[in-house]
């Protein structure tokens, strides 16, 4: 994916909420980290008026949403979730859809998914 700007590295859930009510429409979505589990991060979904919010769980050796498809990077989670519609579901098995990244306007967005990808992959050879 050559962008990674619906990336937000420094906002809270309720400011995905806030941005996302007042600058998106329903299936636009961003990630940011989670600010329960450090390390983690969140996607918040926009979908019939309100915001979804899905943690992603970060192993150390791949991304996934708790279970499912399992992936080397955040990029390629999103990049698949948007691009097979359908895959994404609630827990009742409502669809849920990316289609349209809410776009940081952060230049440093896309480094610091690289740094965070370094260090993860660094960590992994360490252990090894």
Same mark, same amino acid.
Request: one cysteine or more; charged letters at 30%.
């Given at each position: 994916?050559?962008?990674?700007?619906?990336?937000?590295?420094?906002?809270?859930?309720?400011?995905?909420?806030?941005?996302?009510? +007042?600058?998106?429409? &329903?299936? #636009?979505?961003?990630?940011?980290?989670? #600010?329960?589990?450090?390390? &983690?991060?969140?996607?918040?979904?926009?979908?019939?008026? *309100?915001?979804?919010?899905?943690?992603? $769980?970060?192993?150390? &050796?791949? %991304? =996934?949403?708790?279970?499912?498809?399992?992936?080397?990077?955040? #990029?390629?989670?999103? $990049? %698949? %979730?948007?691009?097979? $519609?359908?895959?994404?579901? +609630?827990?009742?098995?409502?669809?849920? +859809?990316?289609? %349209?990244? /809410?776009?940081?306007? =952060?230049?440093?967005? *896309?480094? /610091?998914? =690289?740094? /965070?990808?370094?260090?993860?992959? &660094?960590?992994?050879?360490?252990? =090894?």
């Amino acid at each position: 994916m050559s962008s990674r700007r619906w990336f937000w590295p420094t906002i809270s859930g309720i400011e995905a909420e806030k941005l996302l009510m +007042e600058r998106g429409v &329903d299936c #636009s979505f961003l990630a940011r980290p989670s #600010s329960s589990n450090p390390g &983690d991060f969140t996607l918040s979904v926009r979908r019939n008026g *309100e915001v979804t919010h899905i943690k992603i $769980q970060n192993s150390g &050796d791949f %991304y =996934d949403l708790y279970g499912g498809e399992k992936f080397a990077t955040l #990029s390629e989670l999103v $990049q %698949y %979730y948007m691009e097979n $519609q359908g895959q994404l579901k +609630e827990k009742n098995g409502e669809i849920i +859809e990316l289609k %349209y990244p /809410l776009n940081c306007a =952060d230049p440093t967005t *896309e480094r /610091l998914i =690289d740094k /965070l990808t370094k260090i993860r992959l &660094d960590n992994n050879r360490r252990i =090894d």
